[in-house]
Every structure is written in structure tokens, then in C-alpha cells.
């Protein structure tokens, strides 16, 4: 019994090493000097950690900006597809419409398109829109998660009806029914979205990189790729590009780490 | 407060069996109707439709005089206490308390009294700050309670609303219930699977089976002239001992029991409760042998079987049969119910 549970410690340790290995690395490297990376053997760590590499890639392109940019952009998306998904999985499980069952079904089948298939479709809907280069462009073709809604839907299944039965006694109106009592019950799926929702869009690359040809609206991921294309020697200073680029994710996994489990058990899918 | 009634309602779910068949019921003004019935007989379904959460298929009910059987649920100032309690778990018990006011737009000054008035008649003061989550399910209880009394609705729907309490607390709960519906006097159509429940708490009771009604009446007219054969089980605790015609017509050893002369001729079955038989010494009455004996402390139940035929007799605690033992039974005539081929009590 005992051993087994050693066992099963010991393989946990052994992947999360193996996981946690690349960051490592990239976290080193950004702290070599130069040329440090292209001697034999690497390094583990370098002996004299360059912190400068820091300052010289977040300066090297408009960084702040960037990261505005990726806030503004991840913030929109979280608050559109926590919009979307609650209205829309809500009505799902609970509204009776005609065409319920076959426009969800559609909805499911959208799960199976590679995002990649409708990328040249959104943008030329952006483009249609005159929205290429700006923040509605960038934003609006990420406002729905169909993922986001089948989430909602689960968890709305989970609500006793009852509850909504009393509210409507209690002279509620459908309304007041779903923002009063449903959504209350559905918080924590909508955290669970939320959180998502940000990762996804802070670490999407093709669409911003598409979407914004200009400076003016680049996330930070498409920085730390335009950092590429002009210093592509130089693996230390796009490597503490990327690891700065990290630290909000870490920070909202961090503290929201317990939505992240729930999503993954109610659906089942991720 | 108001008068319900129900013109022959019918309810099919899913193009099913019908969960309820032309159902008419009259529930006066303030009374304490309780809907009586086994498991999936409609009990619930009755609620839902007077609450407007279901439609009927077909029928009519009326509050007071008006039809409301196409008014929306919070038109209808009917207020329902649901099995589970449906709590607003996200709001505390203050916050449960005022959402019906909240809701129908009552200004917050005409709230508090009414809610410090509710609060008082349930003892909930001490609770106004707790969620759902930290009472107890009696506590619960009385929330629900207090969230359908706020609003003074004009009648009280209760689905079993005990049968998630331990028996002490159920106990307890309803001579509370008895003594809050004769303060508030409001109509109150409460809904149980318990006969005990029904017989204590109830002025009317209506008996349910598979959808149909198959009694309305007093506790003492169902107890003592059961409409029909299933009702004569039902009600009652055990419920009335019925032999089938077959087991006496022929003699033997229930031909003793119920002696020719008494026997009616279109009978399918007779009735007797167990208080109405007594026990007698072996050699008189009719011959049966004790299987079973349970003692309540003030009286017992002797279970007895005879000819394949099980009985139950009620006697007092006194001088008790032992099991094995072979012992007499007899009855009255007047005690009989008669009962015909479709189950309906003879006239
Ligand atoms: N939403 C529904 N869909 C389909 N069938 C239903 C639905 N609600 C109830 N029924 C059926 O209708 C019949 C009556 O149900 P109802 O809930 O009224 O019974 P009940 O007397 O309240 O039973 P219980 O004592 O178990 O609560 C049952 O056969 C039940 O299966
Ligand atoms: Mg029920």
C-alpha cells in the first residue's frame, strides 16, 4: 500500500520534471550572455546571471504596449465569452425554443473545427469590416467559446429546478430568474471559463499576429515573435522576452487554480 | 386567502400514462387540504399545476372564483414550500425572506416588518445572517416556511415538506404547522405519502391513486367509511384488514369469523380494522394461530393467520398471546365494510 503510494509520488515528481524542464531551460537562457548559448557543453546555469538581457529585450520594441495591448485584448474576450457562454449555455439547458436540439448539436459539431480552417474566413470578415489593425477587429471574432457554452450548460444541469420554480412563485420573472438565481449558482463555472478564456487568448499568437499589421496593436506573444524576426541571433534576449511574457499567466494560475481542476471535471474536455 | 377548486384537470407528460385523469376538487376557504396518495399517484403534479409551473392538458382552476389556469406562476399569489426547501443558497436567510418582496416591488421601509413579524412566528431572529448552508434541516424547514408566509399568498402549496426530517423533528414540525395554519388561517393544500401526516394535521383529506381521486372527505369519514377498498388500506395504521369473499363464502375458518347471516351478497371483499376484532380464547370465534406479536407499549398489534389469510387485531398491552399460539377471533356485524367487484364500498 505504502509502496504503491511511493510509487505514485515518485512518477508525479518525474513528470512534473519533465513539464517543468523547458521552462527551466528558457529561464536560464535568458540570463546567458550572448554567445553563452552556442558553447559546448551548455551551461545549467550561467555564472553570471545577465538581468540586463531584461531590460534590453522589453525595450528593444514597445513592450508596455504590448502588454496593454494583451490585457485590453484578453480582458474583452474573457468578459465577451463570459457574456455569450452564460446567456447562451443557460438557454440550452433550460429554455424551451423550437430548434433547441438540432442548433445545439451545431454548436457541438463547431468543437470539431480546427481553429486554424477559420482563420482566413475571420479575417476576411474583419477585412469586409474595414477592422483590420484595430481593437473590434482584433476582439470580436474571439467572443464565443463554444467550449464556454457547453461548460455552462453542464453546470446549469447541476442547478435543482426547483430553485428556479421558487423564484418564479416568488414572482420573478425570466429574468430576474436567471440573473437572480441561475447565474449566482453558476459562478464558479464562469470563473472556470474566465480563466480559460485568458490563458487562451494571452497566449494566442496567429490571430493577433494576423489581425494587427501594425505595431499599434500587437499582443505580447506576436512581440516576442517580432522580437525574433529582427534579433533572431539573439536566444538570451528573446528568451527573457518570453519568460516576462509568462508571469501573468503564472499569476492568475496561481490563484485560480482550483477553477482550472473543475473545469477539466465537468466537461470532461481540454 | 381563497377558495381553489379543480374542474376535471388531466395531465399527460411525454404522451405517457396520464400522471393525473380528470381530477375535481373543491378546497374551501383556510381550509388544510391534504393531497393523500402512494408514490408517483399525481400528488406533486396537482401542485405544479395550481402553482402555473405546469400547464394542464385539459380543465380548469380557479382562485376564488377567477380562472387562473393560463396565468403565469407569480401572477397567481400562490406560495409553494418545495420538498428539497429550495433555499436561495448564494443569499442568506434575511436576504430569502425578502426576495418574494423584493420581486413584487414592495419599497424596503414595508419590508422589514413584515419580515421581523415572520421572522418572530418561526424563531428564525437568531438566524437572519446565516446562509442555507450553515442551518439545520429543520431550520431549513421553517425558512421555506417563512419565505412562502412573507408575502401573504392567498394559499400555501406544501409538497411533503417533513419527509426529509428525522422522525422526532417531523413529529414536531407538525403540530407546529397545525398551530401556524390556525394563527394565519390561510388555505393550505399540503401533499404527503404519510397517512399519520394527513390524519393529525388535516380538515379534508383527498386520496390519490394512479391519477384519480379516489376519496375526498374528512379524516373520520375516510377512517370510517372508506370510499373505497384502497382507501380502507390506505388509511390507517395498519390499514384495514380485507379478506376476499372466496375465504369466507365457502365457510371454513373465516366463515366463522363472518357468519352467514351477516354476509352481503354482491361483496367482493369485507373489511375490518384491527381495533374493531377482538381477541378470544382458542375454541370460540374463529380458529387462527399468532405469527407475530408488536408491542407500542400501550397496545400491540398480533399479527394471525388462518386458512393462508393474514389478519391484524390491535389489543391491549395486558395479557398478550404468545407466537405459535392458537387463539380465537371475532367481530361485530356493524364493524364489517363491504366492498364490490369494482372496489367501491356497498352502499
Ligand atoms: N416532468 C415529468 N416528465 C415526465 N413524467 C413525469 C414528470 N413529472 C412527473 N411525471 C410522472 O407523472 C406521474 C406523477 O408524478 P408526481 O410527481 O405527480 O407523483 P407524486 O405523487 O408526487 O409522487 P412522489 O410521492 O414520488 O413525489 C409519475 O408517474 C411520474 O413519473
Ligand atoms: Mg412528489
Given at each position: 500500500?505504502?509502496l504503491?503510494?511511493?510509487l505514485?509520488w515518485?512518477l ?21 550572455e ?17 538581468w ?12 508596455g ?10 480582458g474583452?474576450v ?18 424551451r ?32 469590416l ?19 457554452i457547453?461548460?455552462?450548460r ?15 412563485l ?7 430568474v ?21 490563458i ?71 | ?61 380557479r382562485?376564488d372564483?377567477?380562472?387562473v389556469?393560463?396565468l ?9 414550500v ?5 433555499l ?29 413579524q ?6 428564525l ?9 450553515q ?6 424547514q ?20 417533513l ?84 375465504t369466507?363464502r365457502?365457510?371454513?375458518v373465516?366463515?366463522?369469523l ?18 374493531a ?19 407500542f407499549?400501550a ?9 393462508g ?11 398478550l ?27
Amino acid at each position: 500500500m505504502r509502496l504503491k503510494r511511493l510509487l505514485g509520488w515518485l512518477l508525479a515528481a518525474l513528470v512534473s520534471a519533465l513539464m517543468l524542464a523547458p521552462f527551466l531551460v528558457m529561464l536560464s537562457t535568458s540570463l546567458m550572455e550572448e554567445f553563452a548559448v552556442f558553447r559546448e557543453p551548455v551551461p545549467l546555469w550561467p555564472a553570471h546571471p545577465q538581468w540586463q538581457n531584461y531590460r534590453e529585450a522589453l525595450t528593444a520594441l514597445p513592450f508596455g504596449r504590448f502588454f496593454l495591448n494583451a490585457l485590453v485584448f484578453s480582458g474583452l474576450v474573457v468578459v465577451g465569452q463570459v457574456v455569450t457562454a452564460a446567456t447562451a449555455g443557460y438557454a440550452f439547458a433550460r429554455l424551451r425554443f423550437p430548434g433547441r436540439r438540432p442548433l445545439f448539436a451545431v454548436t457541438l459539431g463547431l468543437l470539431m473545427v480546427p481553429a486554424v480552417v477559420l482563420l482566413i474566413p475571420r479575417f476576411l470578415l474583419i477585412h469586409a469590416l474595414g477592422w483590420v489593425d484595430s481593437v473590434p477587429g482584433l476582439v470580436s471574432t474571439e467572443l464565443v467559446s463554444v467550449w464556454g457554452i457547453f461548460l455552462v450548460r453542464q453546470a446549469c444541469q447541476a442547478v435543482p429546478r426547483e430553485l428556479e420554480d421558487a423564484a418564479r412563485l416568488d414572482g420573478a420573472g425570466e429574468w430576474a430568474v436567471f440573473a437572480e438565481v441561475a447565474l449566482p449558482a453558476l459562478r464558479p463555472a464562469l470563473a472556470t471559463l474566465a480563466l480559460f478564456g485568458f490563458i487562451d487568448s494571452w497566449k494566442n499568437y496567429l490571430w493577433p499576429l494576423i489581425a494587427t499589421p501594425s505595431l499599434d496593436h500587437r499582443t505580447v506573444e506576436v512581440g516576442v515573435g517580432t522580437l525574433h524576426g529582427l534579433y533572431g541571433s539573439s536566444w538570451p534576449h528573446q528568451m527573457a522576452a518570453a519568460v516576462t511574457a509568462l508571469v501573468p499567466l503564472l499569476l492568475v494560475f496561481l490563484v485560480l487554480q482550483r477553477y482550472f481542476i473543475r473545469g477539466i471535471q465537468w466537461t470532461g474536455y481540454r | 386567502m381563497a377558495s381553489v377548486s379543480l374542474e376535471r384537470l388531466s395531465k399527460i407528460y411525454d404522451q405517457r400514462v396520464p400522471a393525473l385523469s380528470e381530477l375535481s376538487l373543491d378546497i374551501p376557504d383556510g381550509a388544510f387540504t391534504v393531497l393523500l396518495g402512494p408514490s408517483g399517484c399525481g400528488k406533486s403534479t396537482v401542485l405544479r399545476l395550481v402553482a402555473g409551473l405546469d400547464l394542464p392538458d385539459s380543465g380548469r382552476i380557479r382562485l376564488d372564483l377567477r380562472d387562473v389556469t393560463r396565468l403565469p406562476p407569480g401572477d397567481r399569489d400562490v406560495a409553494m414550500v418545495f420538498q428539497h426547501y429550495a433555499l436561495y443558497p448564494h443569499l442568506t436567510v434575511r436576504e430569502n425572506l425578502e426576495f418574494p418582496l423584493r420581486m413584487r416591488r414592495v419599497p424596503p421601509i414595508q419590508r422589514r416588518p413584515r419580515l421581523l413579524q415572520v421572522a418572530e412566528l418561526l424563531q428564525l431572529g437568531g438566524l437572519l445572517d446565516r446562509l442555507p448552508s450553515q442551518l439545520s434541516g429543520g431550520q431549513r424547514q421553517r425558512v421555506a416556511l417563512g419565505r412562502a408566509l412573507v408575502r401573504e399568498p392567498r394559499a400555501f402549496l406544501l409538497d411533503e415538506p417533513l419527509s426529509n426530517l428525522d422522525a422526532t423533528l417531523r413529529a414536531e414540525l407538525r403540530s407546529e404547522l397545525s398551530r401556524l395554519h390556525q394563527r394565519v388561517g390561510t388555505t393550505m393544500l399540503y401533499v404527503t405519502h404519510d397517512q399519520i401526516e394527513a390524519m393529525t394535521m388535516a380538515d379534508r383529506i383527498a386520496v390519490l391513486r394512479a391519477g384519480w381521486l379516489e376519496q375526498e372527505g374528512t379524516p373520520a369519514e375516510l377512517y370510517d367509511a372508506p370510499a373505497t377498498s384502497f382507501v380502507a388500506g390506505f388509511i390507517g395504521a395498519p390499514g384495514m384488514n380485507l379478506l376476499p369473499a372466496q375465504t369466507w363464502r365457502e365457510g371454513g375458518v373465516w366463515g366463522d369469523l363472518i357468519p352467514a347471516a351477516w354476509r352481503r351478497d354482491r361483496a367482493d371483499q369485507a373489511g375490518v380494522r384491527p381495533e374493531a376484532l377482538r381477541l378470544v380464547p382458542a375454541g370460540q370465534g374463529a380458529a387462527a394461530e399468532v405469527t407475530l406479536v408488536e408491542r407500542f407499549g400501550a397496545d400491540a398489534l398480533v399479527h394471525l393467520s388462518a386458512g393462508g389469510e393474514q389478519l391484524v387485531v390491535r389489543a391491549a398491552a395486558g395479557a398478550l398471546p404468545s407466537r405459535g399460539q392458537p387463539i380465537g377471533v371475532a367481530t361485530e356485524w356493524a364493524a364489517l365494510h363491504w366492498f364490490g367487484p369494482d372496489g367501491r364500498r356497498l352502499p
